[in-house]
């Protein structure tokens, strides 16, 4: 039985900020400010709000996700959220959070985290298996909320954002149509590179300062020398893992429609078409330039904004990856 996408959400804070003032308060001192900024693509990103937390943004877009679908409450058997972000202790439990915002008391609650800005794609693997093991389970909310206490420029890969996204998702006799079908989900792991690159914030820094700061939750390049390896390497990982997974489920890279890669910069989507053969017209970049890197939530709201801008046409075939500190790259395929 077909996993179909019935619908999406997403919420981003309405705050925002522009990424010249970013660089100018966490780098002041950083030359060649302008040329990293147009490597980068990203002129703003979204900020929360004393009130935001990453359940309670999960949530909105939740909600969001289930009044698109006609759904209520009552009709959602499982939550799962998927923890990426490092403050993420606003509650033990996101997805418990999530289910009591939007009334789902019955709901069943699953966190999958642990694989960095990939989690989204691991949540959704997982979820996947579940539907297809368990007879009973026909539907189900996968959502991410992300935030940033503050240093929010990692020089020299990323500006990271919050917002957040969800899917609605149901298992179902047959497509109807007009929706797209999750065909294939896969996380492909590289171990070798988890020193590249980290958060600076944990309890290393916690036992040397006895204190965190908001710029504290920022990345920074750990091992010089493994960085400079992924660097080299990193886009022919994802494109080898695209080339693969498309080859697995005769899908021609000519035939993709769009191509859905996260935020972290505006090569990422075209640095791999090129390198697999997908028309550089089907890669979506708006995500990166006007939100920024909001780690696990990308995947779901680049896939809203998407279908807002442009509706779905029928015999599309989706594309949707993510990379993630491990390293883990992250693919989905979706089909109408």
């Given at each position: 039985m077909p996993i179909v996408l019935r619908s999406t959400g997403a919420y981003y804070p309405s705050q925002s900020?522009?990424?010249?003032?970013?660089?100018?308060?966490?780098?002041?001192?950083?030359?060649?400010?302008?040329?990293?900024?147009?490597?980068?693509?990203?002129?703003?990103?979204?900020?929360?709000?004393?009130?935001?937390?990453?359940?309670?943004?999960?949530?909105?877009?939740?909600?969001?996700?289930?009044?698109?679908?006609?759904?209520?409450?009552e009709d959602v058997q499982t939550i799962m959220t998927v923890g990426c972000t490092l403050p993420d202790v606003d509650v033990w439990s996101a997805s418990a959070k999530v289910a009591q915002l939007l009334d789902a008391l019955h709901a069943e609650c699953l966190g999958v985290g642990d694989v960095a800005c990939a989690g989204s794609f691991a949540a959704l693997r997982v979820l996947r298996?579940?539907?297809?093991?368990?007879?009973?389970?026909?539907?189900a909310v996968l959502c991410a909320g992300c935030m940033m206490p503050g240093g929010r420029v990692f020089i020299p890969a990323t500006v990271f954002g919050d917002g957040s996204g969800a899917f609605v998702l149901e298992k179902m006799a047959r497509r109807p149509k007009g929706k797209l079908e999750l065909k294939h989900v896969v996380v492909r792991s590289h171990p070798e590179f988890i020193?590249?690159?980290?958060?600076?914030?944990?309890?290393?820094?916690?036992?040397?300062k006895g204190r965190l700061e908001p710029e504290d939750w920022s990345f920074a390049v750990r091992d010089a020398d493994a960085y400079s390896a992924l660097s080299k390497v990193n886009y022919d990982l994802g494109a080898s893992v695209l080339a693969d997974n498309l080859a697995s489920v005769k899908w021609k890279p000519d035939s993709v429609t769009r191509l859905l890669t996260d935020n972290v910069t505006k090569s990422v989507g075209f640095a791999l078409a090129e390198r697999v053969g997908i028309p550089e017209d089907r890669v979506y970049v708006d995500g990166c330039r006007t939100r920024g890197h909001a780690f696990a939530a990308d995947m779901f709201a680049n896939m809203h904004h998407s279908l807002e801008t442009n509706a779905l046409e029928s015999k599309e075939r989706i594309v949707s990856m993510g990379m993630g500190l491990g390293q883990h790259w992250g693919l989905a395929l979706w089909q109408s």
């Open positions: 900020i522009q990424t010249t003032d970013l660089m100018a308060k966490e780098h002041p001192h950083l030359l060649l400010k302008r040329r990293l900024l147009m490597v980068l693509g990203c002129e703003s990103v979204h900020v929360g709000g004393a009130e935001d937390t990453p359940a309670t943004m999960a949530a909105e877009s939740a909600c969001q996700a289930l009044e698109n679908a006609g759904w209520g409450s298996s579940l539907f297809i093991s368990e007879k009973s389970l026909e539907r020193d590249a690159f980290g958060p600076i914030a944990g309890f290393n820094r916690l036992r040397e």
